[in-house]
């Protein structure tokens, strides 16, 4: 009877760790490609997570303990804007690609750094009205060579 009692506890809690793990990537996917500003060669491939709710900007990678090399988060608005990000409750360090309604990147914040209260996050900016913003792992953006005005496809 122990020996059952032991593997049903040791079952439930591996189903609660899988459930909690399954809950972070509850979001819908998209393909997205970066191509080089002057020629269609592909620079990178992600498979980003779709922010394009409100609740789903605010919330946007927290509490990650990880994110893949090929993985990010692509927030999606219905118009141009200026642009402000920080990293609270973000415990990995991220690049921001702001990107314009043509699909060219604006600018690139690297290695945007975690930060948990109650220490006062930076705010990270557009250099100008940005449409879309890609979140990928800190130091792609640069391990690519990742430049302004390189397309992002999706």
Not at 44 to 64: C, V
Not at 77 to 96: C, G, K, Q, S
Not at 132 to 144: M, Q, S, T
Request: charged residues 20%; glycine residues 4%.
């Amino acid at each position: 009877m122990r020996l059952l009692r032991s593997y049903l506890r040791h079952g439930l809690l591996s189903l609660l760790l899988l459930l909690l793990c399954s809950a972070q990537s509850t979001l819908p996917r998209k393909e997205v490609w970066i191509t080089r500003a002057t020629s269609q060669e592909e620079l990178a491939r992600f498979s980003a997570e779709i922010a394009d709710t409100p609740e789903t900007w605010e919330r946007g990678l927290m509490e990650r303990t990880s994110l893949a090399p090929n993985a990010g988060m692509l927030f999606l608005f219905p118009e141009v804007a200026p642009r402000a990000f920080w990293m609270m409750h973000t415990l990995i360090p991220l690049d921001m690609l702001f990107i314009g309604a043509d699909r060219q990147i604006i600018n690139i914040v690297e290695n945007a750094v975690p930060c948990l209260p109650p220490r006062q996050c930076p705010i990270y900016h557009s250099t100008a009205p940005a449409q879309y913003v890609l979140e990928i792992p800190g130091g792609r953006a640069r391990a690519l060579a990742l430049n302004t005005g390189d397309r992002v496809h999706f």
